[in-house]
């Protein structure tokens, strides 16, 4: 078990007061037997009025509402967690899913159905061919080889650019680039899955790297807001898997939402009344760290 911080802040500036539409924050772990909340705190400048609620999909949302205009608008979230790490690996898998392809149960399907589905538009089937290349063409597919296989592959062939830019890139275009973000790679990883007839989600969170605290081994995502996939396998029931760092398993990943596509879990979105030109940037910055407690802070909000 780790107790670890986790620090979120976000600042937009602005050249004169612009008024403030809602804005939807998605910071909040989600509370499991692997992620359990200790403390939470978020400072919000200017003052706003602040509502939870749960998503479609389980979710903690915080909906902001303003009053008051301001040349800035700033979030600060800090939250303490106890985190237990695990290997997927230790679970068995139901004889339905060892091997390619995987029968989900009558009880089950029905509540996957969408997360099998395919999103996305590839008329000319290149997802489904790139996929079809970890099959086992002389006999049965092996489930956890494949999902290494892909989840390694995505690493190893595409190139981790960071991108500033909203939005994430339609798989296609991550295949044709062979370019992508966090977000990128784990949206072409579940449109890879689901033309295998896999149940997948997108999950976005937090990164712990420890080698930002002298540990050996780097990866890649620190710093930011980071995204991976679950897939569905009947047995150990939604697994990690985390395509720009190449690894199965949850022992550094920090889930905060779940989402049957990447736009339903922006971790922070939002409008503003102005001219386009009164924007001037946006800044954030993640630390997830092991030292200490969160230092105390002056809460809009404590839960």
Same mark, same amino acid.
């Given at each position: 078990?780790?107790?670890?911080?986790?620090?979120?802040?976000?600042?937009? @500036?602005?050249?004169?007061?612009?008024?403030?539409?809602?804005?939807?924050?998605?910071?909040?772990?989600?509370?499991?037997?692997?992620?359990?909340?200790? *403390?939470?705190?978020?400072? %919000?400048?200017?003052?706003?009025?602040?509502?939870? /609620?749960?998503?479609?999909?389980?979710?903690?949302?915080?909906?902001?509402?303003?009053?008051?205009?301001?040349?800035?608008?700033?979030?600060? @979230? =800090? %939250?303490?967690?106890?985190?237990?790490? *695990?290997?997927? $690996?230790?679970?068995?898998?139901?004889?339905?899913?060892?091997?390619?392809?995987?029968?989900?149960?009558? &009880?089950?399907?029905?509540?996957?159905?969408?997360?099998?589905?395919?999103?996305?538009?590839? @008329?000319?089937?290149?997802?489904?061919?790139?996929?079809?290349? $970890?099959?086992?063409?002389?006999? #049965?597919?092996?489930?956890?080889?494949?999902?290494?296989?892909?989840?390694?592959?995505?690493?190893?062939?595409?190139?981790?650019? #960071?991108?500033?830019? &909203?939005?994430? +890139?339609?798989?296609?275009?991550?295949?044709?680039? +062979?370019?992508?973000?966090?977000?990128?790679?784990?949206? $072409?990883?579940?449109?890879?899955?689901?033309?295998? !007839?896999?149940?997948?989600? /997108?999950?976005?969170?937090?990164?712990?790297?420890?080698?930002?605290?002298?540990?050996?081994?780097?990866?890649?995502?620190?710093?930011?807001?980071?995204?991976?996939?679950?897939?569905?396998?009947?047995?150990? !029931?939604?697994?990690?898997?985390?395509?720009?760092?190449?690894? %199965?398993?949850?022992?550094?990943?920090?889930?905060?939402?779940?989402?049957?596509?990447?736009?339903?879990?922006? #971790?922070?979105? !939002? *409008?503003?009344?102005?001219?386009?030109?009164? $924007?001037?940037?946006?800044?954030?910055?993640?630390?997830?760290?092991?030292?200490?407690?969160?230092?105390? =802070?002056?809460?809009?909000?404590?839960?």
């Amino acid at each position: 078990m780790r107790l670890l911080t986790i620090r979120h802040t976000t600042r937009y @500036s602005y050249k004169k007061p612009v008024r403030f539409g809602p804005h939807r924050m998605m910071f909040r772990p989600r509370d499991s037997h692997d992620i359990r909340v200790i *403390s939470s705190g978020l400072i %919000i400048k200017p003052q706003p009025e602040l509502r939870w /609620f749960h998503d479609v999909f389980g979710n903690s949302v915080a909906i902001a509402t303003f009053e008051e205009p301001a040349e800035e608008l700033f979030v600060d @979230s =800090m %939250i303490m967690v106890e985190h237990y790490g *695990s290997s997927e $690996f230790e679970f068995p898998l139901d004889p339905a899913a060892r091997t390619l392809p995987i029968s989900y149960s009558s &009880e089950e399907y029905p509540d996957l159905a969408r997360t099998i589905e395919r999103q996305y538009h590839d @008329s000319e089937k290149k997802i489904d061919a790139w996929a079809r290349k $970890f099959r086992n063409e002389t006999g #049965p597919t092996d489930i956890w080889i494949l999902l290494e296989q892909i989840t390694k592959q995505i690493r190893n062939e595409f190139q981790y650019i #960071p991108r500033e830019d &909203e939005g994430v +890139q339609a798989p296609l275009e991550t295949l044709a680039r +062979q370019t992508g973000t966090c977000r990128d790679y784990a949206l $072409f990883m579940m449109e890879a899955l689901r033309s295998l !007839g896999m149940a997948a989600r /997108f999950v976005t969170g937090y990164l712990y790297d420890p080698a930002l605290e002298g540990g050996d081994n780097g990866t890649v995502g620190a710093g930011a807001t980071h995204a991976w996939v679950q897939v569905y396998l009947p047995g150990p !029931g939604w697994v990690e898997c985390d395509p720009t760092n190449g690894i %199965i398993g949850g022992s550094n990943l920090i889930r905060v939402g779940v989402a049957r596509d990447p736009a339903q879990a922006l #971790p922070f979105s !939002g *409008s503003y009344f102005g001219d386009r030109d009164d $924007f001037i940037e946006m800044e954030a910055e993640v630390t997830v760290t092991t030292s200490g407690a969160p230092a105390p =802070m002056a809460s809009a909000s404590d839960r």
